[in-house]
């Protein structure tokens, strides 16, 4: 998975601007997979050049021109063989597991105060995606999968992070 092959996907769907498609990512897959206009604009520019992708030009009255997006049908060819493609084996990165690894050069302190900011974004994330669940009880199933692994994969984060606060905690105490 590349964020070529995302643009694509979402690009299958209909039309957009990079300022939608940011929109989408950030309102869809983000608990998954982020891209920053930094990331986006670059990729759009790529697709285009290898002519996935085509660029309208919308004028509009006082503001500048807006590019909308749209898939080609060799854009519509690559993003079908990526999805009939073999999986990538999953990848987590993580801020926190890096530095918890190397947690024998920071204090214990140190170590709880992450364990408390990730618990404090788990903890939003679960309301969310839980949130999302709720507002839209008929979503696409395929998309209501991956909003339930987020869901899933943020209570699980709460419980992992409790259990390595009470453990820090017994540890205090001896």
Avoid: C
């Avoid at 998954?32 to 986006?40: K, L, M, Q, V």
């Avoid at 063989?81 to 999953?90: K, V």
């Avoid at 839209?136 to 606060?165: Q, S, V």
């Amino acid at each position: 998975m590349n964020i070529k092959h995302v643009i694509l996907g979402f690009l299958l769907e209909e039309p957009m601007s990079g300022y939608d498609l940011k929109g989408k990512i950030e309102n869809s897959v983000s608990y998954f997979f982020d891209a920053s206009f930094g990331a986006i604009y670059p990729a759009l520019k790529r697709l285009e050049k290898e002519q996935l992708i085509y660029k309208q030009i919308i004028q509009q009255d006082g503001k500048p021109n807006k590019n909308l997006f749209a898939i080609t049908e060799q854009g519509r060819e690559e993003f079908l063989n990526y999805i009939e493609s073999p999986l990538h084996p999953t990848l987590i990165r993580s801020d926190l597991l890096i530095r918890i690894f190397f947690g024998r050069y920071t204090s214990r302190e140190k170590l709880i105060e992450w364990l408390l900011v990730e618990k404090q974004r788990a903890s939003k994330q679960a309301e969310h995606l839980t949130s999302l669940n709720e507002k839209y009880p008929k979503m696409e199933r395929y998309r209501k999968i991956t909003l339930l692994y987020g869901i899933d994969e943020a209570l699980f984060t709460l419980e992992w992070i409790n259990r390595e606060l009470a453990s820090l905690e017994k540890e205090e105490e001896r």
